[in-house]
T-cell receptor
Framework: DTAVSQTPKYLVTQMGNDKSIKCEQN?????MYWYKQDSKKFLKIMFS???????INETVPNRFSPKSPDKAHLNLHINSLELGDSAVYFC?????????????FGEGSWLTVV | AQSVTQLGSHVSVSEGALVLLRCNYS??????LFWYVQYPNQGLQLLLK??????LVKGINGFEAEFKKSETSFHLTKPSAHMSDAAEYFC?????????FGAGTRLTVKP
């Protein structure tokens, strides 16, 4: 079974649309994350979330919003998509908040905005 | 604040040759150090990590890394490269609050 799974894997959509990427982890972890990887492979954390706290990277536009129906799920909603949003988005999880814990990544969602 | 520098965005070796990927870090507290590997069209997976104790850490697929505090380094090595090692490699450093990733090094293995 895949530990961190996200869907869809590939998504092509037009500018201005609203889309969501779903993520589920079956590791029993308390903390989940969304990362963005740009075309140069640079990884940037967007959000980290556990039962107590949502930490938002201040550079992330408010068109991006995480939604967590329960501890095992953290979905990413993106409103009014722009060309610059094209990237690979990774969901991840760890036992506790980021700190010194190993982070487990999903396989990524390739978003292309046209 | 902590940071990671990976020297060389692209490293190319011949099959069977030594692999050396360089990572230097800065941290105001004793760091935890990680190497992750990303194969094409896949997510990142943990290769190895250093927390405390023995400074030479062995990971999966024959990789190992040595924590050298005096040099603030955590270089990744493998004695003999295999074609299947071709991937992107990320060094990361963490403290109690967050984890920072390096910019990545792409490893190419030539036959």
């Amino acid at each position: 079974d895949t530990a961190v799974s996200q869907t869809p894997k590939y998504l092509v959509t037009q500018m201005g649309n609203d889309k969501s990427i779903k993520c589920e982890q079956n590791l029993g972890h308390d903390t989940m994350y969304w990362y963005k990887q740009d075309s140069k492979k640079f990884l940037k954390i967007m959000f980290s979330y556990n039962n107590k706290e949502l930490i938002i990277n201040e550079t992330v536009p408010n068109r991006f919003s995480p939604k967590s129906p329960d501890k095992a799920h953290l979905n990413l909603h993106i409103n009014s998509l722009e060309l610059g949003d094209s990237a690979v988005y990774f969901c991840a999880s760890s036992q506790e908040s980021q700190g010194r814990n190993t982070i487990y990544f999903g396989e990524g969602s390739w978003l292309t905005v046209v | 604040a902590q940071s990671v520098t990976q020297l060389g965005s692209h490293v190319s070796v011949s099959e069977g040759a030594l692999v050396l990927l360089r990572c230097n870090y800065s941290s105001s507290v004793p760091p935890y150090l990680f190497w992750y590997v990303q194969y094409p069209n896949q997510g990142l997976q943990l290769l190895l990590k250093y927390t405390t104790g023995a400074t030479l850490v062995k990971g999966i697929n024959g990789f190992e890394a040595e924590f050298k505090k005096s040099e603030t380094s955590f270089h990744l090595t493998k004695p003999s490269a295999h074609m299947s090692d071709a991937a992107e490699y990320f060094c990361a450093v963490s403290d109690d609050n967050d984890m920072r990733f390096g910019a990545g090094t792409r490893l190419t293995v030539k036959p």
